[in-house]
């Protein structure tokens, strides 16, 4: 019988891409409800404690987000387990240091250090725009930020670039072939190309083909695709890798490489 919603997450349940040790304890940090889904986010606990290490254990997580120390998207956040999530900016002005949350090539979420500067925006994929009450037209964002009075040349799969302090949008991207994207789903997770072409299969899923810098073509769902740049700039810092995906050789010379230095 089930009682309202789940509370806990096994430690075997939990995403693969948060890189838990199987025999630490039987429990995960289950991600409060939040702007990200449960299993594309990454809670500050595991942030905060298994990636910058800035705490031993969850009670220390504990201590450290009390003191309005953690801030995601410029709101001070004191919930250990609150679900930041793809684009989200992680600020630690104690340390002086900013994160960008995105994938690495491996489709995990890599601790991704960017400048002040960089803080102060973030991209977000457009879900759905509308009309609200009064003939009010806006638009809902990947993160769930609900913007109202958008330029009317924005639909649903552009992105937009949100100014974090006030929540407006400063700049768009159409999704548009040769544009950059990064892919946020499915086995192609934190790659970065440029759109090809987009295949539309009405009533099914529409197909995206994307191009990297290396020219290895891939195929995804639309869902997956989320436009950062225009033409091959992108408007975000990207991780090392610049999210090209290697093949299991070139990374072994790769690493060899490095070995040798």
């Not at 910058?52 to 956040?77: C, P, S």
């Not at 250090?113 to 973030?122: H, P, V």
């Not at 930020?145 to 100014?163: E, F, K, M, S």
Request: with cysteine.
């Amino acid at each position: 019988q089930a009682r309202g919603p789940k509370k806990h997450l096994k430690r075997l349940a939990a995403p693969k891409a948060w890189m838990l040790d199987k025999l630490g304890g039987v429990f995960a940090p289950r991600p409060s409800t939040g702007p990200h889904k449960l299993r594309e986010s990454l809670p500050l606990l595991i942030f905060l404690r298994n990636r910058l290490k800035y705490a031993l254990n969850g009670a220390e997580v504990t201590k450290i987000v009390m003191q309005r120390l953690v801030k995601v998207d410029g709101k001070v956040r004191t919930d250990p387990t609150y679900p930041a999530g793809y684009m989200d900016v992680i600020t630690l002005e104690k340390t002086g240091e900013f994160f960008r949350l995105v994938y690495d090539v491996k489709g995990r979420f890599t601790i991704h250090r960017i400048s002040a500067e960089e803080a102060k925006y973030k991209l977000c994929k457009v879900k759905k725009t509308q009309l609200g009450a009064k003939g009010v037209p806006f638009l809902v964002t990947h993160d769930g930020r609900t913007i109202r009075y958008p330029d009317p040349l924005i639909h649903a799969n552009d992105t937009v670039q949100v100014d974090i302090a006030s929540g407006k949008i400063t700049d768009y991207i159409k999704f548009d072939s040769g544009n950059l994207c990064m892919i946020t789903g499915g086995r192609n997770l934190g790659r970065v190309g440029t759109v090809v072409n987009r295949e539309r299969h009405p009533g099914s899923f529409d197909i995206v083909h994307i191009k990297d810098s290396q020219g290895h073509v891939f195929a995804t769902r639309l869902t997956n695709v989320f436009i950062i740049g225009k033409g091959n700039k992108p408007y975000i810092s990207l991780p090392k890798g610049k999210g090209v995906k290697l093949s299991i050789s070139e990374e072994r010379d790769k690493r060899l490489a490095a070995k040798t230095h």
